[in-house]
Protein backbone atom coordinates (compact mmCIF):
# COMPACT_ATOMS: atom_id res chain seq x y z
CA UNK A 1 0.00 0.00 0.00
CA UNK A 2 3.37 2.52 0.15
CA UNK A 3 4.46 3.77 2.82
CA UNK A 4 1.05 6.70 3.12
CA UNK A 5 -0.42 4.51 5.87
CA UNK A 6 2.68 4.83 7.65
CA UNK A 7 3.73 8.43 7.96
CA UNK A 8 0.44 10.58 8.20
CA UNK A 9 0.16 12.76 10.84
CA UNK A 10 -2.38 12.58 13.26
CA UNK A 11 -3.17 16.46 13.74
CA UNK A 12 -6.37 16.25 11.56
CA UNK A 13 -9.73 16.58 13.75
CA UNK A 14 -13.16 15.05 12.86
CA UNK A 15 -14.89 17.09 10.20
CA UNK A 16 -18.00 17.63 11.60
CA UNK A 17 -19.91 18.59 8.83
CA UNK A 18 -18.65 15.26 7.54
CA UNK A 19 -20.14 13.92 10.15
CA UNK A 20 -23.51 15.51 10.50
CA UNK A 21 -23.91 14.81 6.89
CA UNK A 22 -24.18 11.23 6.98
CA UNK A 23 -27.14 10.97 9.57
CA UNK A 24 -29.04 12.94 6.46
CA UNK A 25 -27.26 10.58 4.13
CA UNK A 26 -28.46 8.00 6.43
CA UNK A 27 -32.15 9.21 6.19
CA UNK A 28 -32.09 9.58 2.25
CA UNK A 29 -31.07 6.11 1.85
CA UNK A 30 -33.76 4.76 3.81
CA UNK A 31 -36.40 6.76 2.86
CA UNK A 32 -35.14 5.16 -1.06
CA UNK A 33 -34.83 1.49 0.41
CA UNK A 34 -38.30 1.74 1.84
CA UNK A 35 -39.39 3.25 -1.89
CA UNK A 36 -37.87 0.08 -3.48
CA UNK A 37 -35.28 -2.78 -3.44
CA UNK A 38 -33.07 -2.26 -6.56
CA UNK A 39 -29.53 -2.77 -6.12
CA UNK A 40 -28.54 0.94 -5.96
CA UNK A 41 -30.92 1.54 -2.86
CA UNK A 42 -29.29 -1.65 -1.17
CA UNK A 43 -26.16 -0.83 -1.77
CA UNK A 44 -26.93 3.04 -0.65
CA UNK A 45 -28.39 2.02 2.58
CA UNK A 46 -25.81 -0.76 3.79
CA UNK A 47 -22.86 1.94 3.02
CA UNK A 48 -24.35 4.80 4.60
CA UNK A 49 -25.58 2.52 7.41
CA UNK A 50 -22.42 1.56 8.05
CA UNK A 51 -20.58 4.88 7.58
CA UNK A 52 -23.16 6.48 10.68
CA UNK A 53 -21.75 2.57 12.44
CA UNK A 54 -18.24 3.54 12.04
CA UNK A 55 -19.06 7.35 13.08
CA UNK A 56 -20.91 6.35 16.53
CA UNK A 57 -18.81 3.59 17.63
CA UNK A 58 -15.00 4.47 16.65
CA UNK A 59 -15.36 8.35 16.58
CA UNK A 60 -17.89 9.74 19.20
CA UNK A 61 -16.49 9.67 22.83
CA UNK A 62 -20.44 9.72 24.40
CA UNK A 63 -22.26 6.88 22.45
CA UNK A 64 -24.92 6.77 24.47
CA UNK A 65 -27.99 4.37 24.61
CA UNK A 66 -30.06 6.00 22.54
CA UNK A 67 -27.39 5.29 19.65
CA UNK A 68 -26.91 1.77 20.40
CA UNK A 69 -30.33 1.80 19.65
CA UNK A 70 -31.04 3.45 16.62
CA UNK A 71 -27.95 1.58 15.44
CA UNK A 72 -29.90 -2.00 16.42
CA UNK A 73 -32.54 -1.06 14.40
CA UNK A 74 -30.93 0.33 11.38
CA UNK A 75 -28.39 -2.71 11.68
CA UNK A 76 -31.54 -5.43 11.42
CA UNK A 77 -32.28 -3.52 8.27
CA UNK A 78 -28.75 -3.26 7.10
CA UNK A 79 -28.04 -7.37 7.18
CA UNK A 80 -31.65 -8.34 5.64
CA UNK A 81 -30.71 -6.10 3.01
CA UNK A 82 -27.12 -7.18 2.84
CA UNK A 83 -28.46 -10.90 1.85
CA UNK A 84 -29.71 -9.16 -1.15
CA UNK A 85 -26.39 -7.38 -2.17
CA UNK A 86 -24.73 -10.38 -1.43
CA UNK A 87 -27.00 -12.04 -4.10
CA UNK A 88 -26.89 -8.59 -6.75
CA UNK A 89 -22.66 -8.62 -6.78
CA UNK A 90 -23.05 -12.86 -7.35
CA UNK A 91 -25.05 -12.48 -10.24
CA UNK A 92 -22.86 -8.97 -11.81
CA UNK A 93 -19.83 -11.66 -11.43
CA UNK A 94 -21.10 -14.72 -12.91
CA UNK A 95 -22.96 -12.08 -16.03
CA UNK A 96 -19.08 -10.52 -16.51
CA UNK A 97 -17.81 -14.36 -16.63
CA UNK A 98 -17.27 -14.86 -20.50
CA UNK A 99 -16.21 -18.43 -20.98
CA UNK A 100 -17.35 -21.34 -23.03
CA UNK A 101 -17.95 -23.64 -20.35
CA UNK A 102 -21.62 -25.19 -19.41
CA UNK A 103 -23.60 -22.48 -20.86
CA UNK A 104 -26.69 -24.19 -19.60
CA UNK A 105 -25.36 -24.39 -16.09
CA UNK A 106 -24.59 -21.11 -16.08
CA UNK A 107 -27.89 -19.85 -17.26
CA UNK A 108 -29.66 -22.33 -14.35
CA UNK A 109 -27.16 -20.62 -12.02
CA UNK A 110 -28.26 -17.07 -12.65
CA UNK A 111 -31.78 -18.01 -12.58
CA UNK A 112 -31.04 -19.55 -9.20
CA UNK A 113 -29.52 -16.62 -7.61
CA UNK A 114 -32.81 -14.44 -9.01
CA UNK A 115 -35.18 -16.71 -7.64
CA UNK A 116 -32.86 -16.60 -4.25
CA UNK A 117 -32.61 -13.12 -4.70
CA UNK A 118 -36.33 -12.44 -4.44
CA UNK A 119 -36.59 -14.20 -1.90
CA UNK A 120 -34.07 -12.20 0.09
CA UNK A 121 -35.91 -9.62 -1.34
CA UNK A 122 -39.40 -10.20 0.15
CA UNK A 123 -37.88 -10.58 3.85
CA UNK A 124 -36.35 -6.94 3.39
CA UNK A 125 -39.59 -5.69 1.95
CA UNK A 126 -41.76 -7.37 5.42
CA UNK A 127 -39.25 -5.96 7.49
CA UNK A 128 -39.20 -2.57 5.94
CA UNK A 129 -43.00 -2.72 6.39
CA UNK A 130 -42.89 -3.50 10.55
CA UNK A 131 -40.54 -0.74 10.45
CA UNK A 132 -41.89 2.75 11.57
CA UNK A 133 -39.94 4.64 9.04
CA UNK A 134 -41.33 7.95 9.74
CA UNK A 135 -40.33 7.85 13.60
CA UNK A 136 -36.56 6.09 12.70
CA UNK A 137 -36.53 9.55 10.39
CA UNK A 138 -37.24 11.10 13.66
CA UNK A 139 -34.51 9.46 15.36
CA UNK A 140 -32.08 9.85 12.80
CA UNK A 141 -32.68 13.66 12.92
CA UNK A 142 -32.87 14.05 16.79
CA UNK A 143 -29.30 12.00 16.73
CA UNK A 144 -27.83 14.73 14.27
CA UNK A 145 -28.72 17.71 16.17
CA UNK A 146 -27.78 16.84 19.48
CA UNK A 147 -24.41 15.02 18.36
CA UNK A 148 -21.36 16.92 19.58
CA UNK A 149 -17.71 15.53 18.05
CA UNK A 150 -14.45 15.95 20.33
CA UNK A 151 -12.22 17.90 18.75
CA UNK A 152 -9.03 15.93 20.08
CA UNK A 153 -10.41 12.61 18.02
CA UNK A 154 -8.66 12.04 15.24
CA UNK A 155 -9.97 9.78 12.27
CA UNK A 156 -6.99 8.93 10.40
CA UNK A 157 -5.43 7.31 13.71
CA UNK A 158 -8.46 5.49 14.67
CA UNK A 159 -8.34 4.57 11.18
CA UNK A 160 -4.27 3.33 11.34
CA UNK A 161 -5.51 1.76 15.07
CA UNK A 162 -7.91 -0.36 13.35
CA UNK A 163 -5.63 -1.46 10.75
CA UNK A 164 -2.99 -2.68 12.92
CA UNK A 165 -5.86 -3.87 15.09
CA UNK A 166 -5.60 -7.47 13.01
CA UNK A 167 -2.25 -9.23 13.00
CA UNK A 168 -1.95 -10.96 9.43
CA UNK A 169 0.71 -13.86 10.06
CA UNK A 170 4.19 -13.85 8.93
CA UNK A 171 3.69 -17.17 6.63
CA UNK A 172 0.84 -18.10 5.03
CA UNK A 173 -2.30 -16.17 5.04
CA UNK A 174 -5.40 -17.91 4.84
CA UNK A 175 -9.12 -17.21 3.91
CA UNK A 176 -10.18 -16.61 7.61
CA UNK A 177 -7.30 -13.92 8.36
CA UNK A 178 -7.81 -12.35 5.03
CA UNK A 179 -11.53 -11.95 5.48
CA UNK A 180 -11.13 -10.69 9.17
CA UNK A 181 -8.47 -7.86 7.27
CA UNK A 182 -11.60 -7.13 4.85
CA UNK A 183 -13.68 -6.00 7.35
CA UNK A 184 -11.07 -4.15 9.07
CA UNK A 185 -10.06 -2.11 5.89
CA UNK A 186 -13.42 -1.61 5.58
CA UNK A 187 -14.44 0.18 8.60
CA UNK A 188 -11.08 2.08 8.55
CA UNK A 189 -11.62 3.39 4.94
CA UNK A 190 -15.13 4.72 6.69
CA UNK A 191 -13.07 6.12 9.35
CA UNK A 192 -11.00 7.68 7.33
CA UNK A 193 -13.39 9.60 5.51
CA UNK A 194 -14.61 11.60 8.34
CA UNK A 195 -11.36 13.15 8.52
CA UNK A 196 -10.96 17.00 6.94
CA UNK A 197 -9.75 16.92 2.99
CA UNK A 198 -6.18 17.21 2.58
CA UNK A 199 -3.61 16.42 0.05
CA UNK A 200 -2.07 13.55 3.36
CA UNK A 201 -6.10 12.42 4.07
CA UNK A 202 -6.23 12.09 -0.05
CA UNK A 203 -3.83 9.55 -0.37
CA UNK A 204 -4.77 7.46 2.43
CA UNK A 205 -8.51 7.00 0.97
CA UNK A 206 -7.08 6.38 -2.32
CA UNK A 207 -4.54 3.62 -0.75
CA UNK A 208 -7.27 1.81 1.16
CA UNK A 209 -10.05 1.59 -1.28
CA UNK A 210 -7.51 0.19 -3.55
CA UNK A 211 -7.23 -2.53 -1.20
CA UNK A 212 -10.83 -2.20 -0.37
CA UNK A 213 -11.08 -3.39 -4.15
CA UNK A 214 -8.79 -5.85 -4.24
CA UNK A 215 -10.23 -7.78 -0.81
CA UNK A 216 -13.71 -7.11 -2.09
CA UNK A 217 -13.06 -8.35 -5.64
CA UNK A 218 -11.85 -12.01 -4.12
CA UNK A 219 -14.79 -11.98 -1.24
CA UNK A 220 -17.80 -11.94 -4.02
CA UNK A 221 -15.80 -14.24 -5.96
CA UNK A 222 -15.29 -16.81 -3.45
CA UNK A 223 -18.99 -16.41 -2.27
CA UNK A 224 -20.09 -16.95 -5.94
CA UNK A 225 -17.97 -20.04 -6.02
CA UNK A 226 -19.15 -21.54 -2.96
CA UNK A 227 -22.83 -20.81 -4.20
CA UNK A 228 -21.93 -22.51 -7.89
CA UNK A 229 -20.43 -25.64 -5.93
CA UNK A 230 -23.32 -26.08 -3.65
CA UNK A 231 -25.56 -26.17 -6.61
CA UNK A 232 -23.85 -27.74 -9.40
CA UNK A 233 -20.92 -29.95 -7.48
CA UNK A 234 -17.32 -29.80 -7.11
CA UNK A 235 -14.82 -28.92 -9.76
CA UNK A 236 -15.03 -32.84 -10.66
CA UNK A 237 -18.90 -32.40 -11.10
CA UNK A 238 -18.54 -29.31 -13.40
CA UNK A 239 -16.40 -27.27 -15.80
CA UNK A 240 -17.88 -24.46 -14.85
CA UNK A 241 -17.05 -24.67 -11.28
CA UNK A 242 -13.58 -25.61 -12.04
CA UNK A 243 -13.32 -22.25 -13.54
CA UNK A 244 -14.90 -19.90 -10.42
CA UNK A 245 -12.15 -21.61 -8.67
CA UNK A 246 -9.68 -20.87 -10.92
CA UNK A 247 -10.71 -17.08 -10.52
CA UNK A 248 -11.20 -16.88 -7.26
CA UNK A 249 -7.76 -18.19 -6.55
CA UNK A 250 -6.16 -15.24 -9.42
CA UNK A 251 -8.16 -12.90 -6.96
CA UNK A 252 -6.94 -14.76 -3.61
CA UNK A 253 -3.03 -14.22 -4.41
CA UNK A 254 -3.69 -10.38 -5.96
CA UNK A 255 -5.77 -9.62 -2.36
CA UNK A 256 -2.77 -11.45 -0.25
CA UNK A 257 -0.37 -9.57 -2.29
CA UNK A 258 -1.98 -6.75 -1.44
CA UNK A 259 -2.09 -6.87 2.15
CA UNK A 260 1.24 -8.01 2.44
CA UNK A 261 2.39 -4.94 0.88
CA UNK A 262 0.45 -2.41 3.03
CA UNK A 263 1.48 -4.31 6.07
CA UNK A 264 5.42 -4.41 5.57
CA UNK A 265 4.90 -0.69 4.13
CA UNK A 266 3.26 0.61 7.39
CA UNK A 267 4.97 1.98 10.49
CA UNK A 268 2.23 2.86 12.37
CA UNK A 269 2.42 2.97 16.36
CA UNK A 270 0.61 -0.08 17.78
CA UNK A 271 -2.71 1.42 19.57
CA UNK A 272 -3.58 0.80 23.59
CA UNK A 273 -4.44 -2.28 24.87
CA UNK A 274 -7.82 -0.90 25.83
CA UNK A 275 -8.56 0.43 21.75
CA UNK A 276 -7.46 -2.34 20.66
CA UNK A 277 -9.43 -4.59 22.55
CA UNK A 278 -12.62 -2.86 21.38
CA UNK A 279 -11.55 -2.92 17.81
CA UNK A 280 -10.90 -6.64 17.63
CA UNK A 281 -14.66 -7.34 19.41
CA UNK A 282 -16.33 -5.55 16.94
CA UNK A 283 -14.29 -7.25 14.16
CA UNK A 284 -15.28 -10.73 15.71
CA UNK A 285 -19.00 -9.36 16.01
CA UNK A 286 -19.16 -8.52 12.76
CA UNK A 287 -17.05 -11.49 11.05
CA UNK A 288 -19.52 -14.09 13.05
CA UNK A 289 -22.61 -11.95 11.70
CA UNK A 290 -21.30 -12.27 7.83
CA UNK A 291 -20.60 -16.31 8.33
CA UNK A 292 -24.40 -16.71 10.05
CA UNK A 293 -25.91 -15.00 7.10
CA UNK A 294 -23.52 -16.84 4.85
CA UNK A 295 -24.76 -20.45 6.22
CA UNK A 296 -28.70 -18.66 6.02
CA UNK A 297 -28.45 -17.70 2.56
Known amino acids: MGSTLGTLTSAMAISAERGKSIFRKTERELVRLSSGHRAEAVHGFRTAARRLQTLLEQLV?????????????????????????????????????????????????????????????????????????????????????????????????????????????????????????????????????????????????????????SLGSWHDWLTLTQTAAERLGDVNESSLVAVLHNVTRGKFRHAVSAVTASKSASHVTQPGGAELHDIRKTIRKDAGMERRSGAAA
Open 61 to 213: ADNNRKHKKLLKILNRIRKSAGKVRDIDVQLEALRSLKVPQEPRRKTQLVQALIELRARHEKRLYKLMKKQDIRGLRKKLRRAEESMTFDSSLDPLSVSRQMLKSISIPQGTIDEEALHRYRLVVKRARYAAEFAPKSVESNKFLTELKRLQD
